[in-house]
């Protein structure tokens, strides 16, 4: 695709990221047969291609339009299109670079700006944010049932072993996490004891950037990985292997901290070594499949819903049904396994309806598989396929914590 940007945006770093993707794209629409808002809403602009071409108005010089940032919007940044093209457009790079000239184009109305920045505020703000959820949970039954559906029952985290390893990981704090499901990050140390690592939970740290990062707060994003940055670099130059992430959604921010800082001259190389360290959960735990030992269990029905995040994102594609099937497990999949839940961090927030929609068609075709249990990789995704109850959703981590056996 030929491309002739207007002078705000050419020779600049964004600029010559967003003219070498748009010249990868062959306008093929390969992409269209796995956007899952094409899916539902049938339009070109709500495709990646579709919205390519918006992008590519704007960025050579047309103005910005609310019809523009509304098909943005729509957008998951689910990625599923970079793994279908065969032009391996980087499409997920290119959109945030079309977000943020839309907005700063055209900006938002009051009352939506107010609430993008009350829900980073709130994600942002654990000790806001833990308080407001737990009053949620104790006020959950009595809630309207749109409402109680969006919280998740109170869980106990079981007990954290306290042993010392040689061999140590760095666990990030996290935002949501830790209130929504506290059981995951419990699990992840238990499951690592038993293979003789140690999980460390450094002091400073906080939201991946991800939240601001998705809501066009590029520089409140950044601030936030510098932050981490900071905190997680010393434990890396002191031995610990990698910094390990059991939330997929984050995980692919964190892999991109490289790219995202690195015109910044301070950060640059502390930010890709940073990423160059990062790994999944999945990623670890399958290096360590030879010296996992399961104690006997009866085998249960299990369904995988594997994150977009984790598929698209971290091209970890096919990575935990791998690991289940080397330990014996058989994970199933659903019908369109490739296409997104409707959860993609705050979108359910701001597109609901859209976000209902892939959700319920989510939970149908996982449900025929007619599972004792849903299994799946992100904070975001169990909460959305959780929402109405019946069949219990859990991070795959939590159901090998139960099977795992000490290692001595």
Known sequence: ?????????????AGAVAD?????????GMCTATCPTYQLTGDELDSPRGRIYQIKQVLEGAPATESIQKHLDRCLT????????????EYGKLVEIGRLEVERQIGRKPLEAAKRWALRRLINTPSVFKPAYRLGQAVRPVLPVSWR??????QKAGCIPAKRHGRQVIMPAGCVQPSLSPNIDAATVRVLDKLGIRAVFPEGGGCCGAVNLHLNAEHDALDNMRRNIDA???????????VLINASGCGS?????????????QYAAKAAAVSASAKDIVEVIRA???NIKLRPFEFQTLAYHPPCSLQHGQKLKGSVESLFAELGINLMLPADA???CGSAGTYAFFQPELSAHLGQAKRQNLAALQPDMILTANIGCITQLAENGGIPVRHWIEYLDGLVSAGE
């Open 288 to 290: 360590e499949v030879e």
């Open 253 to 265: 921010t964190v892999k991109e901290y490289g790219y995202h800082l690195r015109n910044d001259p």
């Open 338 to 340: 490739h296409l997104c």
């Open 1 to 13: 695709m030929q491309t002739k940007l207007a002078d705000f945006i050419n020779n600049t770093p």
């Open 20 to 28: 070498e993707i748009l010249r990868r794209c062959v306008h093929c």
């Open 232 to 242: 997680w670099l010393p434990l890396l130059e002191q031995g610990a292997e990698a």
């Open 78 to 89: 689910c990625r599923a299109c970079e793994t279908t093209c065969p032009a391996k457009v």
């Open 149 to 154: 559906q969006k919280i998740m029952p109170k």
